[in-house]
């Protein structure tokens, strides 16, 4: 083990979802660690500005446009980056969404596909692509950004957390499969914070103070709380811990 475990420094790690939230939280930290980044998300203007941060700490940085539900966009994704850095050490899969707010029986169809395709296909997809490149390297680290969500139940959010919960259970399922190969695959799962997939809800007068009374920390998180743990996850302070899912939810999932 390095003299400091947590250090980044030489490896490229790649972040889905980027350009806001504890997508970009994650990104920054991860090049604060001392790794290049490459970013991704569906929205030009998000992961070019989270490229730009990136860059501005002295790393080298990279943004695509990529919709994780499509396989040629992460293929392109993957030897992009190559092209780009000569390796893949890291693949953060953190891109998802949670469009409604609603009991099971209202959820639209279509609605549950999309989710279903960016949550869980997506994850699946940029592991799938990436898996060989780490183990033709014999190492690298899978992070999955899975959900509180997906651990215990979350009211109006079926799908979500269905999504989440599947997530988990394909992390669980991956490190057993790629331990032989020196790949890690580990789950964060944030908890509630204050980002634009969240605001609406912890501001409704009703829905918002309810949350709030299940959090023993008493507060929702910042974004920037979530990275830390990613940066361990993905750094030799993390060795030998695969298979993981780790809960950043102020106690969330105590009750």
Known sequence: MTVNP??????????????RGIGKAIALSLARAGADVAV??????????????????GR??????????????????????LREFGRLDI?????????????????????????????????????????PVMKERGEGCIINVASAAGMVALYKCGAYSASKGAVVQLTRTMAV???PWGIRVNALCPGFATTDMTDELLEHPREG????????????AEPEEMAP?????????????????????GGWTCW
């Open 60 to 81: 080298r940085a990279l943004g695509l446009r990529v919709d994780v539900s499509l396989a040629a966009d992460v293929a392109a994704m993957v030897e992009s980056v």
């Open 209 to 220: 103070e309810r949350i709030l009374s299940r959090i023993p920390m008493g507060r929702v």
């Open 177 to 179: 499969e790629l331990a």
């Open 91 to 131: 693949m953060v899969n953190n891109a998802g969404l949670n469009p409604v707010y609603c009991r099971v029986e209202q959820i639209d169809e279509d609605v549950y596909d999309t989710i279903m395709d960016v949550n869980v296909k997506g994850v699946y997809l940029c592991s799938k692509h990436v898996i």
């Open 40 to 57: 991704f998300s569906r929205t030009e203007e998000q992961f070019r500005a989270t490229a730009t941060e990136i860059e501005e700490l």
């Open 6 to 19: 947590f250090d980044l420094s030489g490896k490229v790690a790649v972040v889905s979802g980027a350009g």
């Open 229 to 249: 743990a990613a940066v361990f996850l993905a750094s030799d302070a993390s060795s030998y811990v695969t298979g993981a899912t780790l809960c950043v939810d």
